[in-house]
């Protein structure tokens, strides 16, 4: 039988011995759990009630004779559990505070330490994929094939004066983050390049 039925069981015993045998009093006192549950109402009622002296064998063997003063017994039974609720859930609130605090306190250098890399990585990444999105590189490439590209980007023709200068070969870093205007002055401070600009297409030299 659980505690809580004991307890129940007990109470009800207390306040209603008439629907009780002597037999089931005494195999009911007799389990350790509840006697020790009578001895602690009997000793609470002889203080609620001013007595000088307990007797718990002589209140329990009354008890057992008579059968009085069930009301008293229920209502000390009923605030000896209140105080037995009320008890355990103030120390299982101040341990749960206590267990929730030191785990923040623990957890928060932690989740700083991983935002701070998360940013880091995430600044890194997009500074890296902005370069590389932005720049071409031309590597000893033909001028024909390094204007195809740029012209294709600015959406201009291109025309040649010299087929001579489509191949001379280049060695260029292109920003796209330039207008063509910045682009082709740069062209032009390579030696034998000669490029300008005339309504919507480059003219080479």
Same mark, same amino acid.
């Given at each position: 039988?659980?505690? /809580? ?55 329990? !063997? ?11 017994? !229920? ?79 600015? /959406? ?10 489509? /191949?001379? !070969? ?36």
């Amino acid at each position: 039988m659980e505690t /809580h039925d004991k307890i129940e069981r007990l109470l009800d015993m207390i306040e209603h011995p008439e629907q009780y045998s002597e037999k089931e009093m005494e195999e009911l006192l007799s389990d350790k759990e509840c006697r020790e549950y009578y001895e602690l109402i009997v000793k609470t009622d002889s203080a609620y009630s001013n007595k000088s002296e307990i007797d718990v064998d002589g209140t329990l !063997r009354k008890f057992e004779r008579k059968h009085t003063n069930t009301f008293v017994w !229920r209502k000390i039974a009923a605030i000896f559990i209140g105080i037995l609720i009320i008890s355990g859930l103030a120390y299982a609130a101040i341990k749960l505070q206590k267990h929730v605090s030191q785990s923040s306190s623990k957890a928060k250098p932690k989740i700083e330490n991983v935002v701070v890399k998360k940013n880091s990585i995430k600044s890194e990444v997009q500074q890296s994929d902005t370069i590389a999105v932005n720049n071409k590189v031309f590597d000893d490439v033909e001028l024909v094939a390094v204007l195809n590209e740029i012209s294709a980007y600015y /959406h201009l023709k291109v025309e040649y004066k010299s087929e001579k200068s489509k /191949h001379l !070969r280049l060695h260029l870093s292109w920003d796209k983050t330039q207008d063509i205007e910045g682009v082709v002055e740069m062209l032009n401070n390579f030696e034998k390049v000669n490029l300008t600009l005339a309504d919507d297409k480059i003219v080479v030299e």
